[in-house]
Structures are given as C-alpha cells and as structure tokens.
C-alpha cells in the first residue's frame, strides 16, 4: 500500500470509512490530520472522515488554552478541542494530548471542571492516547 500522505510505499493504517481507500503511516497520518483511536478496535480514519466533536460550543473572543495560555481557533477543528461536560475548557490537541501522557487513564480528566465521565471517552474517539498506569 502507498500512503496517501507521502507517496511511499508499507503504508498499514487504513481508513475504516465503508468505500474509502487511502492508507497512510501512523507519522505521516498525525501530520495530515488523521486520527486512530487506541480503544476497543482500534480504527484509524482519514482527515476527511475523521470523527468530529458532537459539542455544540464556540469560543469567545479571546479564548486561550487553558494548559499553554495561548490562543486558540474561534471553533472546534482537529487541533481545536473542548471539554463535552462544561464547554468552557478549551485547549490544543497538542496540549490535552500531554496531559493524558502525564496523567494516565485513572487521573486524566478535564483540568477545568474536573468531569471524567463525558470526557475520557470523547477524548478516546477523539485519538487522544491515554496509557494505562
């Protein structure tokens, strides 16, 4: 398989949308917006048939990150992200993704409302890696 991303050849991540066809490396997939999910089954979807966030939120005018501080998109997008329980925790991908790392999945929840029933999962479809520890 060639991925779709790169061009090159041993591409063994696949899109699991029924009658899509690409394939891509898992580096080269997180580059170009993909998103695979480390649960149950494992599915990994392109950047155009990746899950969204169902959350019906905008930011206000100047909403930053609430882990770096620094601004954010003016709406929910792949790099954008925010907390299904409370709405008002807005944060990078990048950002939140750290935090999992750090945490683990007995401690991780949202550093703003401190909720972890909605938010584990939605961050697990999402493609936010959260190890065990």
Do not use: Y
Request: include cysteine.
């Amino acid at each position: 398989q060639r991925c779709f991303a790169c061009g090159e050849r041993g591409a063994c991540i696949s899109c699991q949308r029924k009658g899509c066809s690409r394939s891509f490396h898992l580096p080269c997939g997180s580059e170009h917006g993909c998103i695979s999910q480390f649960f149950r089954t494992f599915k990994s979807f392109c950047w155009e048939h990746r899950p969204e966030q169902r959350v019906q939120a905008r930011p206000e005018a100047d909403t930053v990150c609430i882990i770096c501080l620094e601004p954010v998109e003016d709406k929910t997008s792949h790099s954008t992200m925010v907390c299904p329980a409370c709405k008002g925790a807005w944060f990078h991908r990048a950002c939140i993704q750290g935090q999992a790392v750090r945490a683990g999945r007995l401690c991780f929840r949202c550093p703003h409302c401190n909720d972890k029933r909605k938010f584990v999962p939605e961050m697990l479809r999402m493609g936010i890696l959260i190890p065990m520890r």
